[in-house]
């Protein structure tokens, strides 16, 4: 089972559904854990019945809010063992859940944030209280995608118990990417037609980095044909 964090203030939910869509198409069984303040996949996730901890499935995506680790979950679950899933992505934005879900031990650990004043501050925060230094690669939500943008979030960082990898994924910040997002909200549906090229580029690039496949004529493929609804 790979363990997967996705760490900051910036929301991040949209996006770790659409990864997990990608991926349980590749035939791996996924379960994102919300361990977010706000717990955003609570309203836009539809789901029968829920309590303050659950567990529920959308478009094959196991998905649980209001767990505090994963041991909760396998009691939830009633295992007591590893948990049944292939890939665990969890999302993150308070420095005590990546101690709880150990998420120092994750295969691979994300840093995501745009420059809006909160997100870059309030994620800085989170790593500034991080006590073990950990690898992160960065995803940057950015409307021009800046060397300069870039440069500020490493001054502001040092110090910080934090290794930067080489690889930065960039995410536009367009309209059209927005509508599509919002739309998807509004149907309860995971739909990648009228995403940007980008948007679906980096999204690939992410699920490559997770399953370490160098190749990414597959991924695209896979990515093709649920822009197609196939």
Not at 2 to 7: D, M, N, R, S, T
């Amino acid at each position: 089972m790979k363990k997967v964090g996705f760490i900051g203030a910036y929301d991040k939910t949209d996006l770790l559904v659409n990864i997990a869509k990608v991926l349980t198409e590749m035939k791996n069984k996924v379960l994102i854990i919300d361990t977010t303040i706000n717990q955003k996949a609570k309203y836009i996730v539809p789901a029968i019945n829920p309590t303050v901890s659950y567990i529920t499935s959308f478009e094959d995506i196991d998905i649980a809010v209001g767990f505090n680790n994963t041991e909760e979950i396998k009691e939830y679950i009633g295992v007591t063992k590893e948990l049944p899933y292939d890939i665990l992505l969890i999302d993150v934005d308070m420095p005590q859940k990546i101690e709880q879900f150990q998420l120092e031990n994750a295969e691979k650990k994300y840093f995501v944030t745009s420059f809006d004043v909160y997100s870059l501050k309030k994620g800085l925060e989170i790593l500034s209280n991080i006590n073990t230094t950990m690898e992160l690669t960065k995803i940057l939500f950015s409307k021009e995608m800046l060397k300069e943008e870039d440069d500020y979030l490493n001054f502001l960082a040092l110090g910080y118990k934090v290794i930067w990898n080489d690889e930065r994924i960039y995410f536009p910040i367009e309209n059209g990417d927005l509508s599509v997002i919002y739309e998807n909200q509004r149907v309860q549906k995971i739909k990648f037609k009228r995403l940007s090229v980008q948007y679906k580029d980096s999204m690939g690039f992410i699920v490559q980095q997770i399953l370490n496949q160098s190749n990414d004529s597959y991924v695209r493929r896979v990515i093709k044909g649920i822009e197609r609804g196939v």
